[in-house]
């Protein structure tokens, strides 16, 4: 049987209150006390009653030590397992709201069968995630400035790229861009002819699948995808469309864009990290695609039911990003290059929208990219691995972009020699993963390297661009990192390429102020 301390010492009190008095002191003290040694008096019961209190305060505070070291031992792993659960957030639920009329006024019943916008939760499944992120421990960061990049108030480096808006998509600046940095009308023929290709292989529902023989295609394109990941399919075919400046509201293809969203829409969980674009075969590729997709949308249009959904892919991309700074297939994972990538640009694409983007994730990319710099050789430093520091041209070029978008200045060396060895490789003739991204590195790089590499690029891809049948406007290489992608994997990655002009105004430059733009008025 247990006992408790408290009754112990309670007992203990009343107990010496009943004690015969002690006479051992001498008489000559006896005046001080005003009375008989065995009589208490006032004060000395009050004295008790403070030592009683003591004595009861130490004990309780013993006591949660004890359980609070007891609880402590009892942790078997460093992560935090959370469970999703019911949320009374405002993205709980938006009924028909996202997206209210198509093109020509159409209401959404219509254009999606009577299918209301719902905003699935997440009941029950479990997501593992880190506890608070530490920043990891450098040889060149001190622990002021651990301190420092763990809060959101650093600033960016001075000199660091400023531009990257979406303005130059639609209207007289599209044109100056598209004829002054290298496009040509035949390479917009191009852009033109792949977004009927893939407006054709969409679903009614507005799914897009890298194996597209399951959808309107019924198989007469040949060399499907095989990845099941539909939100990462849906959210890769809409970047082109945004990139050529078609939105839910505006151009050619606005119905493909409404219903691609709302796809994306109707298949984001919320829960307390922020809305994961992630379906059951998915990863964080597909988190970065469909966060990045409603980030571009919202830039676009103002439209905002749209800034919900971006902001809460936003919420679950810094949620889920590696205490170094990195992403990989699932929340807190240490990351790759790859997807890290696709996570950066999206949060760069929302905090140039106006949305609410932590300074802090952004900035410690940083130190993912330090840990996959290579560091041998005359190129130390501007070569990149996968997830360790083995130099790939892929990654190499991923990584350089990601350094341009975070932090890098345009004069800095490594980059200078980075873009080089780009340039000296020249464009992949079946590599388009390594090709987007050159090709954005060295468009935003300028320099003597671009012309020469844009023509290069440019002209390879209207050359073999397929003409004729049902693949007629698609794009197919056989690549290890086009295998699962497929058909629709490559010619989505193709357009964007050839969009480069005017995708996204020059990083480094001044950008204007307000991202959003009212796309109803025409450019300048």
């Given at each position: 049987?247990?006992?408790?301390?408290?009754?112990?010492?309670?007992?203990?009190?009343?107990?010496?209150?009943?004690?015969?008095?002690?006479?051992?002191?001498?008489?000559?003290?006896a005046?001080?006390?005003?009375?008989?040694?065995?009589?208490?008096?006032?004060?000395?019961?009050l004295?008790?009653?403070?030592?009683?209190?003591?004595?009861?305060?130490?004990?309780?505070?013993?006591?949660?030590?004890?359980?609070?070291?007891?609880?402590e031992?009892?942790?078997?792993?460093?992560?935090?397992?959370?469970?999703?659960?019911?949320?009374?957030?405002?993205?709980?639920?938006?009924?028909?709201?996202?997206?209210?009329?198509?093109?020509?006024?159409?209401?959404?019943?219509?254009?999606?069968?009577g299918?209301?916008v719902?905003?699935?939760?997440?009941?029950?499944?479990?997501?593992?995630?880190?506890?608070?992120?530490?920043?990891?421990?450098?040889?060149?960061?001190?622990?002021a400035?651990?301190?420092?990049?763990a809060?959101d108030?650093?600033?960016?480096?001075?000199?660091?790229?400023?531009?990257?808006?979406?303005?130059?998509?639609?209207?007289?600046?599209?044109?100056?861009?598209?004829?002054?940095?290298?496009?040509?009308?035949q390479?917009?023929?191009?852009?033109?002819?792949?977004?009927?290709?893939?407006?054709?292989?969409?679903?009614?529902?507005?799914?897009?699948?890298?194996?597209?023989?399951?959808?309107?295609?019924?198989?007469?394109?040949?060399?499907?995808?095989?990845?099941?990941?539909?939100?990462?399919?849906?959210?890769?075919?809409?970047?082109?469309?945004?990139?050529?400046?078609e939105?839910?509201?505006?151009?050619?293809?606005?119905?493909?864009?409404h219903?691609g969203?709302?796809?994306?829409?109707?298949?984001?969980?919320?829960g307390?990290?922020?809305?994961?674009?992630?379906?059951?075969?998915?990863?964080?590729?597909?988190?970065?695609?469909?966060?990045?997709?409603?980030c571009?949308?919202?830039?676009m249009?103002?439209?905002?039911?749209l800034?919900?959904?971006?902001?809460?892919?936003?919420?679950?991309?810094?949620?889920?990003?590696?205490?170094r700074?990195?992403w990989?297939?699932?929340p807190?994972?240490p990351?790759?290059?790859?997807?890290?990538?696709?996570?950066?640009?999206?949060?760069?694409?929302?905090?140039?929208?106006?949305?609410?983007?932590?300074?802090?994730?952004?900035?410690?990319?940083?130190?993912?990219?330090?840990?996959?710099?290579?560091?041998?050789?005359?190129?130390?430093?501007?070569?990149?691995?996968?997830?360790?520091?083995?130099?790939?041209?892929?990654?190499?070029?991923?990584?350089?972009?990601?350094?341009?978008?975070?932090?890098?200045?345009?004069?800095?060396?490594?980059?200078?020699?980075?873009?080089?060895?780009?340039?000296?490789?020249?464009?992949?003739?079946?590599?388009?993963?390594?090709?987007?991204?050159a090709?954005?590195?060295?468009?935003?790089?300028?320099?003597?390297?671009?012309?020469?590499?844009?023509?290069?690029?440019?002209?390879?891809?209207?050359?073999?661009?397929?003409?004729?049948?049902?693949?007629?406007?698609?794009?197919?290489?056989?690549?290890?990192?086009?295998?699962?992608?497929?058909?629709?994997?490559?010619?989505?990655?193709?357009?964007?390429?050839?969009?480069?002009?005017y995708?996204?105004?020059?990083l480094?430059q001044?950008?204007?102020?307000?991202?959003?733009?009212d796309?109803?008025?025409?450019l300048?």
């Amino acid at each position: 049987m247990s006992v408790c301390p408290s009754t112990i010492a309670n007992a203990s009190v009343a107990e010496a209150e009943t004690l015969p008095a002690v006479e051992h002191r001498s008489s000559e003290f006896a005046p001080h006390y005003g009375g008989h040694w065995g009589e208490p008096r006032p004060q000395e019961r009050l004295v008790g009653s403070v030592i009683s209190f003591l004595i009861h305060l130490i004990l309780i505070l013993l006591l949660g030590f004890c359980f609070s070291v007891s609880w402590e031992g009892k942790k078997d792993f460093p992560d935090l397992i959370v469970e999703i659960r019911e949320s009374s957030h405002e993205l709980s639920e938006f009924g028909d709201a996202l997206l209210a009329t198509a093109a020509g006024g159409e209401s959404i019943q219509s254009t999606t069968q009577g299918v209301p916008v719902r905003v699935k939760v997440q009941a029950t499944s479990q997501v593992q995630w880190q506890d608070t992120p530490q920043m990891a421990s450098t040889d060149h960061s001190d622990s002021a400035a651990t301190s420092l990049l763990a809060s959101d108030q650093i600033l960016m480096p001075i000199g660091v790229a400023t531009g990257g808006g979406v303005e130059g998509r639609r209207g007289g600046l599209k044109g100056h861009l598209l004829a002054t940095r290298g496009g040509t009308r035949q390479s917009e023929e191009a852009v033109a002819r792949g977004l009927r290709w893939l407006a054709s292989h969409q679903e009614m529902n507005g799914r897009m699948q890298f194996d597209h023989t399951q959808g309107p295609c019924k198989g007469y394109c040949k060399n499907p995808g095989t990845e099941n990941c539909s939100t990462a399919a849906t959210a890769l075919a809409l970047l082109p469309f945004l990139g050529a400046g078609e939105t839910h509201r505006h151009g050619e293809h606005q119905d493909v864009v409404h219903k691609g969203l709302l796809y994306l829409s109707k298949n984001m969980h919320l829960g307390s990290r922020g809305g994961d674009f992630r379906t059951p075969a998915g990863n964080l590729y597909g988190q970065g695609l469909a966060t990045l997709a409603f980030c571009e949308a919202y830039a676009m249009t103002g439209d905002a039911e749209l800034k919900k959904f971006a902001q809460a892919g936003i919420d679950f991309i810094v949620a889920a990003q590696n205490d170094r700074g990195g992403w990989r297939y699932d929340p807190g994972e240490p990351g790759d290059t790859t997807v890290t990538g696709w996570q950066l640009m999206a949060l760069k694409s929302g905090s140039l929208a106006g949305l609410k983007v932590p300074p802090s994730a952004i900035y410690k990319v940083t130190y993912f990219l330090d840990s996959v710099s290579h560091q041998r050789g005359v190129l130390a430093g501007s070569l990149y691995g996968y997830q360790d520091q083995e130099p790939r041209a892929a990654t190499t070029a991923i990584a350089l972009y990601c350094r341009m978008l975070s932090s890098w200045n345009r004069l800095h060396p490594k980059l200078g020699k980075g873009v080089s060895y780009l340039a000296d490789l020249g464009p992949s003739g079946n590599d388009m993963y390594f090709n987007y991204y050159a090709t954005m590195v060295l468009h935003h790089y300028g320099g003597e390297s671009w012309p020469i590499w844009n023509v290069a690029m440019r002209d390879q891809l209207i050359a073999e661009q397929a003409q004729v049948g049902h693949e007629a406007g698609s794009w197919y290489y056989p690549h290890q990192h086009s295998e699962v992608g497929g058909r629709l994997y490559n010619t989505c990655m193709a357009l964007m390429t050839l969009e480069v002009y005017y995708r996204y105004m020059p990083l480094y430059q001044q950008s204007r102020s307000v991202a959003v733009l009212d796309q109803s008025a025409p450019l300048p």
